[in-house]
C-alpha cells in the first residue's frame, strides 16, 4: 500500500472530500415526472465514515450512485475532491471510478471462475499495474481482510462472509480515497455481518478511507460517525452517533 493511505494528516482528515450541491435527479417528463433526489446538500469530510439511511424508495440509493460517479444528476453538482465530476470526460471519469473511488455490492459481483486473488488483481490491471506488484498488493489486501490462507479458493468455496471479505478486499486494490458500500450486510447472518462491520471500522481508522454505506442495518450506529435519513428525496436530517435515540417502533428516531 502507498504511505499515503496510512497517514492521513489532522489537517487532511478535516477536508471536505464530497460536497453535493442542489442535487436533483428525476426520471420521466411533465405530469409523469419522478423525483428520486429533490435538491440535496450534504458534504462529507474526508476520513468519516457515513451510514445513508431510509424506507425502500427514498432516493438512498440513487444519492449513492450520484456520489460514486455510477450515474448523473438530472440538476445541481457532485464535486469529488472539489472537482466537479460533470465537467469529466469519459477518460476522466474512468480515472476517477478505477483510482479514487471503491465499490461495495450487496451481491458480491465477484466472478466465479477467478480465485479470491484474481478477483482482488482484476481492477489493478486497468490501472496500469504490474502482474508482480499486483500479486504483492492482492496478498497483502486478502492478509488485511483475512483471507490470505484462501487466495486459491473460487467465490462457489466460499462463504458469504469470505465472498463479502474479498469484494472488501477488491474494492481497496487501487488505494481508493472513497470507498462506497450498497448494504454490506445484507445477504449475511447477524454474527458474519458484524464482522464485516469491524473490517470495515478498522479499514476507515487506520487507513483514513472515507467510507459511505447506503443500508438498512441499525448496526452501523456501533461503527459510522454520523448518520444520514433520506425520505422522498429529501435528506430529513443528519445527526452524529452520539446524539441518535433509537426508540422501539421507530427506525432511526423517525417515525
Not at 466537479?84 to 466465479?112: H, M, P, S, W
Not at 478486499?169 to 445484507?186: F, H, K, Q, V, W
Not at 452501523?220 to 452520539?242: A, F, N, S, T, Y
Request: hydrophobic fraction near 40%; charged fraction near 25%.
Amino acid at each position: 500500500m502507498s504511505s499515503n493511505m496510512n497517514t492521513r494528516t489532522k489537517q487532511d482528515q478535516k477536508a471536505i472530500i464530497i460536497r453535493t450541491i442542489g442535487l436533483v435527479k428525476s426520471y420521466g417528463m411533465g405530469e409523469a415526472t419522478t423525483y428520486a433526489l429533490r435538491g440535496v446538500d450534504v458534504t462529507i469530510e474526508r476520513g468519516e465514515f457515513i451510514a445513508v439511511l431510509g424506507p425502500s424508495g427514498s432516493g438512498k440509493s440513487t444519492f449513492f450512485n450520484m456520489i460514486g460517479a455510477l450515474d448523473a444528476p438530472s440538476k445541481g453538482r457532485v464535486l469529488i475532491d472539489e472537482v466537479d465530476i460533470a465537467q469529466l470526460n469519459a477518460v476522466e471519469l474512468a480515472f476517477l471510478r478505477c483510482r479514487k473511488i471503491g465499490y461495495i455490492f450487496q451481491t458480491f459481483n465477484l466472478i466465479r471462475y477467478m480465485t479470491a486473488l484474481e478477483n482482488v488483481t482484476v481492477p489493478m490491471s486497468f490501472a496500469g499495474v504490474t502482474p508482480e506488484d499486483a500479486h504483492r498488493r492482492g496478498m497483502g489486501l486478502l492478509e488485511l481482510v483475512g483471507l490470505a490462507d484462501r487466495w486459491q479458493h473460487r467465490p462457489i468455496e466460499m462463504s458469504g462472509g469470505q465472498q463479502q471479505r474479498v469484494a472488501i478486499a477488491r474494492a481497496l486494490c487501487n488505494d481508493p480515497m472513497i470507498l462506497l458500500s450498497d448494504e454490506p450486510t445484507g445477504n449475511l447472518d447477524l454474527k458474519t455481518g458484524a464482522e464485516i462491520l469491524e473490517v470495515m471500522r478498522r479499514i476507515n481508522k487506520e487507513r483514513g478511507v472515507t467510507i459511505i454505506c447506503a443500508t438498512h442495518d441499525l448496526r452501523l450506529l456501533d461503527v459510522c460517525d454520523r448518520m444520514m435519513w433520506i425520505r422522498d428525496g429529501r435528506i430529513q436530517k443528519i445527526e452524529h452517533r452520539k446524539n441518535i435515540d433509537i426508540r422501539v417502533g421507530q427506525i432511526g428516531g423517525l417515525k
